[in-house]
């Protein structure tokens, strides 16, 4: 998951220099006022977005299935513990009852 995060975060870093640069050499209009700044992030974020999508298709996948694996680990434990639990209950309401 973190490659997947430095690795996006790496797109928008590049999509950052793009803009900055495209902003800068006129290619594309300039913020109003003091606007620019956030002109330039917010066109790296609508560049970078689709290019995430398709270029980190496969490293996406593979968080998911990680992030998947940890889910049914963790569903597992929590079954595990109820089950612990009423065996417990169970046989302390089996123990207090007169035979």
């Known amino acids: 998951m973190l490659r997947y995060t430095l690795m996006r975060l790496g797109v928008f870093a590049g999509c950052l220099v793009v803009a900055w640069g495209a902003v800068y050499s006129g290619l594309v209009p300039r913020g109003f006022g003091d606007s620019n700044l956030f002109w330039v992030v917010l066109l790296a974020l609508v560049l970078s977005a689709p290019i995430s999508w398709i270029v980190l298709r ?40 007169p035979g």
């Open 58 to 97: 496969k490293e996406r996948e593979r968080a998911s299935v990680q992030i998947v694996g940890r889910v049914d680990r963790m569903k597992a434990n929590l079954d595990a513990n109820r089950n612990q639990e009423d065996a417990v209950d169970e046989s302390v309401r089996t123990q207090g009852q």
